[in-house]
T-cell receptor, first 113, second 109 residues
Framework: NAGVTQTPKFRVLKTGQSMTLLCAQDMNHEYMYWYRQDPGMGLRLIHYSVGEGTTAKGEVPDGYNVSRLKKQNFLLGLESAAPSQTSVYFC????????????FGEGSRLTVL | DAKTTQPNSMESNEEEPVHLPCNHSTISGTDYIHWYRQLPSQGPEYVIHGLTSNVNNRMASLAIAEDRKSSTLILHRATLRDAAVYYCISSSNTGKLIFGQGTTLQVKP
């Protein structure tokens, strides 16, 4: 049982390049989330999804797009990376409802030069 | 979405109890209160959650005020491994989960 797996774990991009972060969960969870965490800061919600085929904006959605074509996968895309998007990205998933526990991936460290 | 407010940092001595406060004055009647913690260089991990009654598990206790506008995470005997950032969040029926800045707990030997 792998839990929540993020790919890749590290990536260096040049300004203007695009990339996609993949989050995969094997727990049949309904809800999935993408957060970013800058050094010394808390987690900020980028986008989230409450089910296959649905996505919603979080606190800081600008510059990012997401897709949830399959229940187990939640993709985060950067169409034109900017240095301000240098951060550690965490994916999380939980079962539906108010009481489910969030399970986090190990994080993906992205550097944009 | 209910906003939570926590102190930026707290200190504790090893093997002493720690009380981490959280204010959530705009919480709705059906929103749960969840606590997570983040150890250095790791993703957050679940600690405990509750709705109205106080809750206990192997990691901690959660005391929820009668009016539900605040709660306190209690670590009964802090260890050095408890040094982390602790986040208090409230759930939402929309699924949106906002973490905030959290409280950085330092544990002194």
């Amino acid at each position: 049982n792998a839990g929540v797996t993020q790919t890749p774990k590290f990536r260096v991009l040049k300004t203007g390049q695009s990339m996609t972060l993949l989050c995969a969960q094997d727990m049949n969870h309904e809800y999935m989330y993408w957060y970013r965490q800058d050094p010394g800061m808390g987690l900020r919600l980028i986008h989230y999804s409450v089910g296959e085929g649905t996505t919603a904006k979080g606190e800081v959605p600008d510059g990012y797009n997401v897709s949830r074509l399959k229940k187990q996968n939640f993709l985060l895309g950067l169409e034109s990376a900017a240095p301000s998007q240098t951060s550690v990205y965490f994916c999380a998933s939980k079962r539906g409802g108010d009481t489910g526990e969030l399970f986090f991936g190990e994080g993906s460290r992205l550097t944009v030069l | 979405d209910a906003k939570t407010t926590q102190p930026n940092s707290m200190e504790s001595n090893e093997e002493e109890p720690v009380h981490l406060p959280c204010n959530h004055s705009t919480i709705s009647g059906t929103d749960y209160i969840h606590w997570y913690r983040q150890l250095p260089s790791q993703g957050p991990e679940y600690v405990i959650h509750g709705l109205t009654s106080n809750v206990n598990n192997r990691m901690a206790s959660l005391a929820i005020a009668e009016d539900r506008k605040s709660s306190t995470l209690i670590l009964h005997r802090a260890t050095l491994r408890d040094a982390a950032v602790y986040y208090c969040i409230s759930s939402s029926n929309t699924g949106k989960l906002i973490f905030g800045q959290g409280t950085t707990l330092q544990v002194k030997p």
